[in-house]
């Protein structure tokens, strides 16, 4: 059995985009796990509705930053955690990558697609690992993209669908999204402490509603651009 710090000693960075359902179990996670440094990016405020699914939240947070009582309840978890406050949307290219300078992992806890693929060519461009996760309705999924890609989410997805669904739209409950959230932290911590085997390469999925899980695997897209741009001098 292998246990974590919480107080002193931790090592590893982690960027994490959105501290909503999927942001909130990674985080309150992770805090735990012996990290040593980890940013939370939210331009969002905590509402009532979300409550169900966003574990790091209480009535008493309503209308407050997502993105700063985040840091608040994570610090009283792991005091000795180096926990950085980004109050901002980021869902360009160039502002993912800008932001994610300096730490060795980048989390995607989004809820949408424009995100989503901005963080992966973000990555995959600065030749920074990301965590990939995803959950509405009943269905959920995760995979790791290694630094350059190869393979990355525009070799599994090419693009991001014509027309975009929405939590509000499809629903999600707060327990798929806890499940999702803690497998996506479980698999930073391998990552980041060099553990078993990542899901490069490998999508997890888990369907609640026949109660099946599976892992996809993929190839290299010999065409994606994004892994195409990877190959050359890193910028």
Same mark, same amino acid.
């Given at each position: 059995?292998?246990?974590?710090?919480?107080?002193?000693?931790?090592?590893?960075?982690?960027?994490?985009?959105?501290?909503?359902?999927?942001?909130?179990?990674?985080?309150?996670?992770?805090?735990?796990?012996?990290?040593?440094?980890?940013?939370?990016?939210?331009?969002?405020?905590?509402?009532?509705?979300?409550?169900?699914?966003?574990?790091?939240?209480?009535?008493?947070?309503?209308?407050?930053?997502?993105?700063?009582?985040?840091?608040?309840?994570?610090?009283?978890?792991?005091?000795?955690?180096?926990?950085?406050?980004?109050?901002?949307?980021?869902?360009?290219? /160039?502002?993912?990558?800008?932001?994610?300078?300096?730490?060795?992992?980048?989390?995607?806890?989004?809820?949408?697609?424009?995100?989503?693929?901005?963080?992966?060519?973000?990555?995959?461009?600065?030749?920074?690992?990301?965590?990939?996760?995803?959950?509405?309705?009943?269905?959920?999924?995760?995979?790791?993209?290694?630094?350059?890609?190869?393979?990355?989410?525009?070799?599994?997805?090419?693009?991001?669908?014509?027309? /975009?669904?929405?939590?509000?739209?499809?629903?999600?409950?707060?327990?798929?999204?806890?499940?999702?959230?803690?497998?996506?932290?479980?698999?930073?911590?391998?990552?980041?402490?060099?553990?078993?085997?990542?899901?490069?390469?490998?999508?997890?999925?888990?369907?609640?509603?026949?109660?099946?899980?599976?892992?996809?695997?993929?190839?290299?897209?010999?065409?994606?651009?994004?892994?195409?741009?990877?190959?050359?001098?890193?910028?």
């Amino acid at each position: 059995m292998v246990n974590y710090p919480t107080q002193a000693g931790g090592s590893g960075s982690v960027l994490l985009l959105g501290v909503g359902g999927l942001g909130s179990a990674v985080a309150w996670a992770l805090a735990g796990s012996g990290i040593a440094r980890l940013g939370l990016v939210d331009d969002d405020r905590v509402t009532l509705s979300n409550l169900h699914r966003q574990i790091l939240y209480r009535v008493s947070d309503l209308d407050q930053s997502k993105a700063t009582r985040a840091a608040q309840r994570v610090r009283q978890l792991a005091p000795a955690l180096q926990v950085e406050v980004h109050a901002e949307r980021l869902d360009h290219l /160039e502002a993912i990558a800008d932001r994610a300078k300096g730490y060795d992992l980048l989390i995607d806890g989004s809820d949408n697609f424009r995100t989503r693929f901005a963080a992966n060519d973000a990555a995959v461009l600065r030749h920074i690992p990301l965590l990939h996760g995803a959950a509405t309705g009943l269905r959920g999924q995760l995979t790791l993209i290694p630094p350059g890609g190869k393979p990355c989410l525009r070799c599994l997805f090419e693009a991001p669908p014509a027309v /975009e669904g929405s939590c509000r739209s499809e629903g999600v409950w707060g327990a798929l999204v806890g499940e999702v959230g803690w497998l996506m932290a479980l698999e930073a911590i391998k990552w980041l402490k060099g553990l078993g085997e990542p899901l490069i390469g490998r999508l997890l999925t888990i369907d609640l509603e026949s109660s099946r899980r599976r892992v996809v695997t993929w190839q290299v897209n010999p065409s994606c651009p994004v892994c195409l741009r990877a190959t050359g001098p890193s910028s």
